[in-house]
């Protein structure tokens, strides 16, 4: 009888470690369902003769990329980029946004400035602000790049 015993305290011990190791792993997958996270990054390389574009007022140092870092669904992100004339002539500033990749990127992701139109005079530079917008319907896009284009016409 005591062996018997023995066996079922035993028994028992081993079911509450069993049960125990159950439930934290309910929990801890309960907790993983609640968790979401969304990435959405960008790089891309901004060119143009007689247009610099800079990450400084003094516009010293050159910018030859945005990390956008991560931006949720239906969230947005901005960029402070300082945009010089570096031409002779007087221009009209203009954004252009190329080359998605992945291609159906630009059906969810679309990015913005604030200087469209702008006109600069030969050695004039500018604040610009670059904003992303990130549809709150994007699907399967974890991250990205693209071609950020800032023209000079004039």
């Given at each position: 009888?005591?062996?018997?015993?023995?066996?079922?305290?035993?028994?028992?011990?081993?079911?509450?470690?069993?049960?125990?190791?159950?439930?934290?792993?309910?929990?801890?997958?309960?907790?993983?369902?609640?968790?979401?996270?969304?990435?959405?990054?960008?790089?891309?390389?901004?060119?143009?003769?007689?247009?610099?574009?800079y990450s400084d007022s003094s516009c010293t140092t050159s910018m030859i990329s945005i990390n956008w870092g991560s931006v949720a669904p239906g969230g947005t992100a901005t960029q402070t980029v300082y945009v010089k004339n570096t031409g002779t002539g007087a221009m009209s500033l203009s954004l252009a946004v190329s080359n998605w990749s992945p291609a159906g990127a630009s059906t969810y992701i679309t990015i913005s400035w604030n200087k469209q139109g702008t006109q600069l005079s030969a050695g004039q530079s500018v604040a610009a602000t670059l904003t992303l917008t990130a549809s709150s319907s994007i699907t399967d896009i974890s991250s990205f790049s693209s071609t950020i284009t800032i023209s000079g016409t004039g």
């Open positions: 009888m005591v062996k018997y015993l023995m066996a079922i305290a035993k028994a028992s011990k081993l079911l509450i470690v069993v049960l125990t190791v159950t439930a934290f792993a309910l929990a801890a997958l309960t907790l993983g369902a609640i968790t979401v996270t969304q990435n959405v990054s960008s790089s891309g390389v901004v060119t143009n003769p007689n247009i610099g574009v």
